[in-house]
Structures are given as structure tokens and as C-alpha cells.
């Protein structure tokens, strides 16, 4: 396996998580596995929530989908689920979304737009795990 440090994209300020992960590269295909831990407050710049930058660029012309899960830690106590989406026409750099489905309508899913980090007496508030696999570029 491969060491590298996947960032959030899309970013308002400062980013106040830290990132790390790994992957395998084989026959065209990448296996990765990313977790960002937030140690800060940090904010997305629009309503589009967070990316997520790859540790290599993906093929182009399909929408991607892989796992994702958020885990409240000391702000929320609570695990959700949800999808990190790549939509085809990216360039293969960074998930176009980070969403979870919310926590008072399991029917709705929501973009990842604000993590807490260290406010409100939280310590690592927020921790967002992305696996899957994808072909590379």
C-alpha cells in the first residue's frame, strides 16, 4: 500500500482537519482509503460542501460513487452514512461532493458543509472516512 494525504477541496478560510490514507494501484484500477479528522472549525466556501482530493486522477466521462462515513465523535455522538459522488467532466483531482443522509430524515441526503472541530468543547469533533475503488486516467 501507498502512503498519501487526501485534503478537503472547496474550503472556505482556513482548513483546520488533517488527512490521511492509502491505496493500491493494480491493472488500471485504485483501491483507496481516506480519513480526514477535523481538528478545527472549518467551513466550505458554498453549498456544494467539501471535496475530497484522490490520490490519483480517475478516467473521465463517468460518475463515480464511493462510501463514505461521518462519524459526530464528541459533538454528536453519531455515525452516519453517505456517498463522496464524482461526477463525470471532473478532472479527476477531487470528489465533487461529500453527502450524508441527515440525521432527522433518513430520506434526505445532505452535503457535508460545516465540520466542528474544536468548538463547543469538542476535541477531533469529526471524522470522514472515504473507501472505494475507481480506474485510473
Do not use: C
Not at 483507496?32 to 484522490?54: D, H, M, R, W
Not at 464528541?74 to 477531487?94: F, I, K, L, R
Request: charged share 15%.
Amino acid at each position: 500500500m501507498t502512503q498519501w494525504t487526501p485534503k478537503l477541496t472547496n474550503v472556505k478560510g482556513t482548513d483546520g482537519t488533517v488527512g490521511s490514507g492509502h491505496y493500491v494501484e493494480s491493472g488500471g484500477v485504485v483501491t483507496f482509503t481516506a480519513q480526514i479528522v477535523a481538528k478545527k472549525e472549518t467551513n466550505a466556501a458554498s453549498s456544494g460542501g467539501f471535496g475530497l482530493t484522490l490520490p490519483r486522477p480517475a478516467a473521465t466521462g463517468v460518475r463515480y460513487v464511493f462510501n463514505l462515513s461521518l462519524d459526530g465523535r464528541d459533538a454528536d455522538h453519531g455515525v452516519w452514512t453517505g456517498e463522496a459522488q464524482m461526477y463525470a467532466g471532473s478532472d479527476g483531482s477531487q470528489l465533487d461532493r461529500l453527502r450524508v443522509t441527515s440525521p432527522s430524515n433518513g430520506a434526505q441526503v445532505l452535503n457535508i458543509q460545516h465540520l466542528y472541530g474544536d468548538v463547543e468543547g469538542a476535541k477531533e469533533a469529526e471524522i470522514i472516512t472515504v473507501t472505494g475503488s475507481y480506474p485510473v486516467a
